[in-house]
Every structure is written in structure tokens, then in C-alpha cells.
């Protein structure tokens, strides 16, 4: 049931045929209906793109809810300035999505979410493209010919940049605009009136939406507003309604009666243990060992331990990205070996599922108004770290920052430095340059929502970086050091940032730069904010 079928045959085989043929006949119609192509004889001199079926078990929560079949094209086979120019798609950053969320939380919005079916095919393509049909969807009494594309498809090169412009054509001209920080953050503000649903009269009623290719999120203080928007966008697209967002690229959201959203991804690692069979793994307390030290294998490499090694990493990654900073580190460090991974690699990314198995219940919550002893803008912000000259190869860096908004985590990283430091004091504030960077960025999302940060606190334990983002000391020091650095000394003068002395035992980017012991790590991950949360019946109990 899990695995998924290569081909029509192989579908239509399987104990669920009645269900994926079915699937395939709604993905004809829907063709059919958007006109997405005709048939004509196959054109001399110019390329024709193969395609095939791909089968998927759409779930939620870990339950399949649909089988869905997709007409893909098989884009790899497309020629750059021939059949195709563009190939980007509208999607919005998941630090982006986590900072709306916070807000959400924090402000006490409602959150929903929708589907847009077959969005490719809304869109109208410019160039010409030609694609033989399916293998056994061939018509019998059309042979030698092949269909002309009209409408973007799935795996079409331009299919998500086509749709993206139909899509944001739209959201325009219901009167949205986009974030100067994120186009894939929507925003739409107007005076309420103060009638039934709406916020009082006079205030600010706002609607926000997050677009992730044909998947949108919307998050507001006005109902009014999502379904008059809802109704706009019915008139060109065919919309599915999925209510309050409960799961969303493999992302649980729970709501806690406090007025918390917790973002798990409990069922998500379920189905990586089984998938690369490590359900009886032992549970570790940390993700890595801070003994371990992994080098690269510098004999031929074993394609099958390699692909199966990028494809562990892979789904580390994923976690890592959305609600485990805890193991951001040893998943960054794990990356370093995609190339030419050992044994002892593959060992220690079962470590790292080892201790996410034992931490199944751990998540991230984004927490209701006064979770934190702040002032309403000063509720972003950060902690940046390094350690030094610790990869024995290279002797680059290893940095991290962890960006927060009222208790949440909602940006972190974990990194080799791109370039060498020739001091501790130089890796930090390199670190705190990039930290500077992402902050900046942030900052921008929530002054586009109206909620402006007064300044950001930088926190950095290291005294030479602090007194080096305030002014040129240590000149004799530091001269060397490139000026885009530098950019941390400008945002500290114009009053964005300011960088803050804090102690290596309160610093939380500590976790993002090395292996920590048992103890620390479990202080520092509390203190980010990954914490058991227990999920019965729809309710956190934390």
C-alpha cells in the first residue's frame, strides 16, 4: 500500500485497480475540460516530449484520503530556449510560512487551508510544445501523431512559473500585495466595518496567504475576507476546501486549547523508520556523538550504499528544515559526505533517527501573546555561534544562528563557513554577519503585516565580535576581513540590530555548531523550544 506503482500496468494490477483507474479517468477529464491539448500530426525538426503516469496516496496524518494519478511530461527531456525559458514556481519559504504562523499564534488568526486541482492546466503556454502520449493511452485510429500542449501539465518545465502568473494575476487584482521580503507571501488589509465575523469597526481586518506551488494557506482576523477571496478565486480555478490547517507537507498542526499551534512531524518520521526498516532501533539520548568524526571513502564508491545514503539524508533534511532544529547539526554534518559516504556514515544517520524515534512526541509550538517577557517589537529575536577551525580538513568553520519570534523558533541554520577564519573572533562575526542577514529578512516580513520590530537583540558569545559590530577596533585585527561582513557594523548603526553580550552556557546557537553532551543538549533544545508535547484526541498536553 505504501509503495507507490511505475506504470499503468503495475496499477491497474494491484489490489487497488478500481481506485487508480478511476484516478486516471478523472486525470483524462480534467484534460478534456481545460482543453490542455490537441492532437496533431508529429512536426519534423522539433523536440517531442515523452510522459507517463505518476501514481501517488495522497495522506493526512499518516491515512490515505485519495489516490491521485498526474499526467507528468518529462521535463528533463525539454530543450532550455527551445520548448521552454522559465521553470521557477510560486513557493513560499518555510521560514516564511513559520514567521506567518507565529504571528498567527500570537494574534490569535484563524489559519486555513485550500487546493487548487489541476493548477498546471490554468495556465496558458507560450511556446510550443508537443508530448507523445502516455504508454497505453495511445489512440489506435491516431498513430504518428502527438499532442500539441495548450495548458501547462505536471513536469513541465514552465508548468509552475505559467501557473504562478495566472495564479498571482488573480490574487492582484482581488487587491493583494506581496511582501517586498517573500512574493509568496500575499497580503490584503482593509478597514473592517465592523459587522458579524468581522473584527471591531474602524480596526484593520487582514488576510494573509501563503502560496506553495497549487496548495494555499491563509491565515486572517476576517472570515469575510477568505470566503469573499475564495469566491474570487472559484471563477478561475477549481478550489478544494480542506478547513483549518491540520496537515501540510508532511507537517501535523495541532491547536492547543491555550491558543498554541504545534507542528509535529511524528507520523512523517513513522514512515521513514518503516521505509528504511529501522522501526526497532534502539532510542539514542543525543542525535550524534560528540566523538564521532566521519571522512569521506576515498575508494570506489558502492552505488547502492550511496544512493541510499543521499536518500536517508534526504528525509533528515526535511525534518531538520520544518520542526527538528535539534538535529540540524548533525544533518548538516551528515550533507558534508553525500558525495562519498562510509558505513560509518549510514551508521550514524540511524543515530540520528535512533534519537528522533526516542523523541517522537518532540516539536515545536508557536506559542499565544505573552509567552515571553517582551515588549510586543522586540519579540524577534536571535542567537548566532561558531566553532572554530573544527573541520579538520579544510579547518573552516562550522557556524549556526537561530532566529526567534515570540518563543518560537521560526529560522535557524547549521553550516561550514564558505570561507577560512583566521580567528575565532573572525568566524563569529562572519556567523553574525549571515544571522544579521536573516533577521533583516524577518524583519521585513512582519513590518510588511504591520507588526514593526523597534530592533532586533543579536545575541553572541564572544566580547572582540560585540565590540567589532559596534566600531572598527582591533583594527590591526581585522582589517583583512572583507567588507560584506561588515554589514552586521551598518545594521547595528541604523539601529536594526543590536548585538548583545551572552554567556556560552545561554547560547543557543551553541547546538547548531558542534555535538553536544547529553545534558547541554538538552538545555539548549528545551531553551529553542523543542519540547515533548504529548498529542491525545486533537489536544497538546505539553
Known amino acids: 500500500m505504501t509503495r507507490q506503482h511505475q506504470t499503468l500496468k503495475e496499477a491497474y494490477g494491484s489490489p487497488h485497480a478500481d481506485k487508480w483507474r478511476e484516478a486516471v479517468e478523472e486525470e483524462m477529464r480534467a484534460l478534456a475540460d481545460f482543453k490542455a491539448y490537441r492532437v496533431v500530426p508529429r512536426p519534423r525538426g522539433w523536440p ?15 491515512q490515505v484520503t485519495r489516490f ?79 499532442w500539441e500542449l495548450l495548458k501547462g ?28 521580503a517573500d512574493e509568496c507571501v500575499l497580503i ?69 486549547p491555550s491558543g498554541a499551534i504545534v507542528a509535529d512531524q511524528s507520523a512523517y518520521l513513522d514512515g521513514c ?24 571513502n576515498e575508494e570506489e564508491p558502492d552505488m547502492e550504499l550511496h544512493s541510499y545514503y543521499r536518500a536517508v ?24 559526505f553525500l558525495s562519498r559516504p562510509t558505513k560509518a556514515a549510514v551508521q550514524a544517520a540511524h543515530r540520528v533517527f535512533a534519537y528522533l524515534k526516542g523523541t517522537a512526541n518532540y516539536s515545536i509550538s508557536f506559542n499565544p501573546s505573552g509567552a515571553v517577557d517582551r515588549a510586543a517589537d522586540e519579540l524577534l529575536y536571535a542567537y548566532t555561534d561558531s566553532s572554530d577551525a573544527d573541520c579538520p580538513v579544510s579547518r573552516r568553520s562550522t557556524g549556526g544562528y537561530l532566529v526567534m519570534y515570540n518563543g518560537t523558533p521560526v529560522s535557524w541554520s547549521s553550516s561550514l563557513q564558505k570561507i577560512l577564519a583566521l580567528s575565532s573572533c573572525e568566524s563569529e562575526y562572519i556567523q553574525a554577519a549571515l544571522a544579521a542577514k536573516e533577521v533583516l529578512h ?23 565580535t560585540v565590540a567589532l559590530s559596534d566600531s572598527p577596533v582591533h583594527r590591526n585585527r581585522s582589517k583583512h576581513i572583507e567588507r560584506r561582513w561588515h554589514f552586521l557594523r551598518q545594521c547595528a548603526a541604523e539601529g536594526f540590530i543590536l548585538a548583545t553580550k551572552i554567556s556560552s552556557e545561554q547560547n543557543v546557537a551553541d547546538l547548531f555548531t558542534k555535538a553536544l553532551g547529553e545534558e547541554k543538549f538538552k538545555i539548549l533544545r528545551h531553551a529553542m523550544g523543542v519540547r515533548d508535547r504529548q498529542v491525545r484526541s486533537g489536544t497538546v498536553v505539553a
Not at 118 to 146: I, T
Not at 157 to 180: D, H, I, N, P, W
Request: proline residues 4%; aromatic residues 10%; contains cysteine.
Open 442 to 464: 524577518l524583519r521585513a516580513i512582519f513590518n510588511h503585516l504591520g507588526f514593526e520590530q523597534r530592533r532586533t537583540l543579536l545575541y553572541i558569545d564572544n566580547e572582540a
Open 313 to 336: 539524508v534526504g528525509s533528515l533534511v526535511w525534518m531538520a528544515s520544518w520542526t527538528r532544529p535539534d538535529v540540524a547539526q548533525a544533518v548538516g554534518y551528515l550533507a558534508r
Open 68 to 146: 491521485k494519478a498526474r499526467l507528468c511530461c518529462r521535463g528533463f527531456s525539454q530543450t532550455y530556449g527551445v520548448d521552454y525559458a522559465d521553470s521557477h514556481a510560486a513557493m513560499a519559504h518555510p521560514t516564511a510560512i513559520r514567521a506567518v504562523l507565529a504571528l498567527a499564534a500570537q494574534q490569535g488568526w484563524y489559519t486555513y487551508q485550500t487546493d487548487i486541482r489541476s493548477a498546471f492546466m490554468s495556465g496558458v503556454l507560450s511556446e510550443r510544445v508537443y508530448m507523445s502520449p502516455p504508454r497505453g493511452m495511445e489512440e489506435p485510429d491516431k498513430d504518428g501523431q502527438v
Open 153 to 180: 501539465v505536471n513536469g513541465l518545465k514552465q508548468g509552475g512559473s505559467t501557473f504562478a502568473r495566472t495564479l498571482l494575476k488573480e490574487m492582484y487584482s482581488f487587491g493583494f500585495v506581496a511582501a517586498s
Open 48 to 62: 517531442i516530449v515523452s510522459s507517463k503516469f505518476v501514481f501517488k496516496l495522497k495522506k493526512k496524518h499518516g
Open 273 to 296: 523508520l518503516q521505509r528504511y526498516q529501522l522501526t526497532g532501533i534502539n532510542p539514542k539520548p543525543t542525535p550524534m556523538s560528540f566523538k564521532l568524526v566521519l571522512t569521506a
Open 188 to 256: 490584503y488589509t482593509e478597514t473592517s466595518d465592523g459587522s458579524a465575523g468581522r473584527p471591531p469597526k474602524g480596526e484593520k481586518s487582514i488576510l494573509v496567504v501563503l502560496t506553495v506551488v497549487d496548495d494555499l494557506v491563509e491565515v486572517g482576523n476576517d472570515k469575510t475576507l477568505l470566503r469573499r477571496m475564495i469566491d474570487h478565486l472559484k471563477k478561475t480555478f477549481e478550489l478544494t476546501e480542506d478547513g483549518r490547517m491540520e496537515w501540510f507537507l508532511g507537517v501535523a498542526y495541532r491547536y492547543d
